[in-house]
């Protein structure tokens, strides 16, 4: 049976267990529960802290687990990012408050206050700088109000939480994060892992495309296709209407309604889009 791990709370925790329900897993009903075996489809589900996942991965406790890139890295843990799974997208960053540290050279021999310290010690001795890391667990944009340190390092997604401490964002970013999936360093693949990874990826290229049908006459059915080219090739099959055909084919979720409007240029009618639950490519 397949050992996984997935967060127990929070906002990560909730797209996971959405994107494993979209793939055919149970997931729990209560938050209380901190196991769930789903034995139709031999996979055991553990539900612990985001931060503590890659280390029970990297120790052999459990087989894969579901969490952040950021959290893997921190972790020092001997896991490795098998399939970036996303969702949760944001970005580590430094900040400081504006006019004080313009970039980030500047933080050479000032404090810098993070929940991520593993990744902001090993990201400041690769450039040079020699800054002292303030450790803290949680919320670090009061740090520099409360003189504890003279910048942070946090993870940014809108920036209005920074603006709203009066800090202002340094640099480029020092790690560009999202949930992946993980598992242990130079591992036999455990049985059951291919399906699992291969339902996952199914749910994430769905959610990323649309299923569009039309109809369009023969005559503009080259250019159609050259807009629709689908995963494989298009499924067209002819009309009971005399020189048309009908069109199916797999459209990029981000450019479809674009692409709708250059079918309807093009004389294509009947036009429908649906979303794709899962697939298998």
Not at 91 to 118: K, N, W
Request: hydrophobic content about 45%.
């Amino acid at each position: 049976m397949l050992r996984v791990a997935v967060p127990n709370k929070g906002s990560l925790a909730e797209e996971a267990a959405r994107l494993l329900r979209d793939a055919g897993y149970r997931q729990r009903r209560d938050i209380r529960e901190l196991t769930l075996v789903d034995a139709d489809n031999d996979v055991e589900f553990f539900y612990l802290r985001p931060r503590d996942i890659a280390v029970y991965v990297g120790e052999g406790t459990l087989d894969v687990g579901l969490t952040g890139r950021d959290l893997l890295q921190d972790s020092g843990a001997h896991a490795t990012e098998l399939l970036a799974l996303g969702f949760g997208a944001a970005r580590l960053h430094f900040a400081a408050p504006p006019g004080d540290v313009a970039e980030v050279s500047d933080l050479r021999g000032r404090r810098v206050a993070t929940s991520y310290a593993g990744v902001v010690e090993g990201h400041l001795r690769r450039i040079g700088v020699a800054a002292s890391v303030v450790r803290l667990d949680g919320a670090v944009e009061s740090a520099v109000r409360l003189g504890v340190a003279d910048a942070i390092a946090d993870l940014v997604s809108t920036g209005t939480t920074l603006r709203a401490a009066g800090l202002a964002v340094v640099g480029d970013p020092i790690l560009e994060s999202e949930a992946v999936l993980v598992i242990r360093d130079g591992a036999a693949e455990p049985a059951g892992l291919s399906v699992f990874e291969r339902r996952l990826q199914g749910v994430l290229v769905a959610r990323a495309y649309v299923m569009m049908d039309y109809d369009i006459r023969t005559e503009q059915l080259e250019e159609a296709v050259a807009l629709t080219p689908g995963i494989e090739s298009p499924t067209i099959s002819p009309l009971h209407r005399e020189g048309w055909v009908a069109v199916r084919a797999m459209v990029p979720r981000n450019s479809a309604q674009r692409v709708m409007d250059a079918l309807w240029l093009l004389g294509a009618r009947g036009t429908l889009m649906s979303d794709v639950l899962a697939c298998r490519l």
